[in-house]
């Protein structure tokens, strides 16, 4: 998901409360806080010796352990008023894709992806889930990877790439 269609689906909704489903039934405590919105740029190259250049917009959520009995989420309308703050100091990249950062006690800090949104008459639910390695020359390599076991590009003797 684009970080303008994230933005879109916040301005629809606003008045809401605002959740992050990280695992079923699994949410973000009310306690969490928007921390961070990072413009992130990879530059890579891969085991093929490719260059990969990309852009991603991160959102960092994090738990405070002195609002535990805070009782309602954050709303819709004040991570709405933060993301406008940050891009009249830090213009957003809007036409880039969009990770939530994430973790906690119970879930190890990840970057992941929007999976869906449901909607309710008082909450947005945003649905993040993690997204598994993967190799970009796997082409190059020959390795094919299965869903049960990823196989890294340099695992093979008769890789061409490592």
Same mark, same amino acid.
């Given at each position: 998901?684009?970080?303008?269609?994230?933005?879109?689906?916040?301005?629809?909704?606003?008045?809401?409360?605002?959740?992050?489903?990280?695992?079923?039934?699994?949410?973000?405590?009310?306690?969490?806080?928007?921390?961070?919105?990072?413009?992130?740029?990879?530059?890579?190259?891969?085991?093929?010796?490719?260059?990969?250049?990309?852009?991603?917009?991160?959102?960092?959520?994090?738990?405070? /352990?002195?609002?535990?009995?805070?009782?309602?989420?954050?709303?819709?309308?004040?991570?709405?008023? %933060?993301?406008?703050?940050?891009?009249?100091?830090? /213009?957003?990249?809007?036409?880039?894709? %969009?990770? %939530?950062?994430?973790?906690?006690?119970?879930?190890?800090?990840?970057?992941?992806?929007?999976? &869906?949104?449901?909607?309710?008459?008082?909450?947005?639910? %945003?649905?993040?889930?993690?997204?598994?390695?993967?190799?970009?020359?796997s082409d190059v390599c020959?390795v094919e990877e299965t869903?049960? &076991?990823?196989?890294?590009?340099?695992?093979?003797?008769?890789?061409?790439?490592?």
């Open positions: 998901m684009k970080t303008k269609e994230f933005i879109s689906k916040l301005k629809e909704n606003t008045g809401k409360a605002l959740l992050f489903e990280y695992a079923k039934n699994e949410f973000a405590g009310m306690n969490y806080h928007l921390t961070e919105v990072k413009n992130v740029q990879f530059n890579s190259v891969d085991c093929g010796g490719k260059a990969n250049n990309w852009k991603e917009t991160h959102l960092q959520l994090w738990e405070s /352990p002195n609002e535990l009995d805070k009782k309602e989420y954050m709303t819709v309308d004040k991570v709405l008023s %933060i993301l406008n703050r940050v891009d009249r100091i830090n /213009p957003l990249w809007l036409d880039t894709e %969009i990770r %939530i950062e994430f973790g906690n006690e119970l879930f190890h800090t990840s970057i992941l992806k929007i999976e &869906e949104f449901k909607i309710t008459d008082n909450q947005l639910i %945003i649905k993040i889930y993690t997204v598994n390695t993967e190799c970009k020359a020959g869903k049960e &076991e990823a196989t890294a590009c340099c695992g093979s003797e008769t890789s061409s790439c490592c």
